[in-house]
Structures are given as C-alpha cells and as structure tokens.
C-alpha cells in the first residue's frame, strides 16, 4: 500500500521503502536494466568501469580536500562511483558467470566466480591495513587518511 507522499510505503516484498529509496532504485538499477536490453551487458559495464575508473583517479588526484569546492567534487564523484557502480558492473557481472557457460558448466562457473569474489574480498580486508601502514596513512574504519603534516 503506497503512503501519502513523503511518507514511506510497502515495497514489492513487504519492506518499507521511502520516496528516496524509490528514486535510488529507479536511478540506478532501474537504469542498467532499461539500457541493458537494447545495448547489451558488455557495453553498460564497460561504461560503468570507465566512469568508476575517472572518478577513483579524481579522488586520487584531490587528495586530502582543502576546501568546500573539492570537498564537493569529491562527494560528487563518491556519488559517479556509487551510481556506475548501480547501472554497469553490480548489476551485470553476475550475468557473465551464468550465460558465459554452457548449462552443463554454469552452476561451477557460478560458484567458482563466487569463491573467486570472497577470496578477493578476504584478501582485501587482511592487506589494506599492511598497504596502509607501507604507505603511511592512518586507517580508521573503512576509511584512510593522509598524517597531517604538523
């Protein structure tokens, strides 16, 4: 049942889903899936990674911002990330796994891309501290901060 505007309402499994919620989800994945039928999986992740690709090199040139202009650009290419993130490769790269094979093999293809992205995602949490620590910053939670220079 949809709420009065503003208000949240029951999304499609019952959850509740707030008007922001619902323009995220048509933004994003809505998106990928619209484009993906007449362009096809490889050119939306191909346009994803290139857009995650200028936006991780924008923040790596920014740095430690200095001011509310790059503090700015640096949100917004936080948010390029996150939304190419959406449309291109989180929302296809499964696909790859399960089309990309025959019937026969697709459930091992599944699983071993599966195993592939855990243990990519194990190793990433047990080396980002020593890179941290080799590069010099300061890591605090999820996030890594330059050491000022006082």
Known sequence: MRGNEGEPHDGPQGEQVGDGD??????RGLLGIRWAAP?????????????QFVAIAVLGLIGEPSGTAVVTAGILMLGAFMF?????PGAHIMSYASLGFPTSMRGVSIGFNQAVLRLGSTLTLFFFPVLSSGLGTVC???SSLRPSSV
């Open 84 to 88: 190419a993130q959406g449309f291109g």
């Open 140 to 142: 605090t939670g999820s």
């Open 22 to 27: 619902a323009a995220e989800l048509a933004a």
């Open 39 to 51: 362009r096809g999986a490889w050119p939306m992740m191909t346009l994803g990674f290139a857009i």
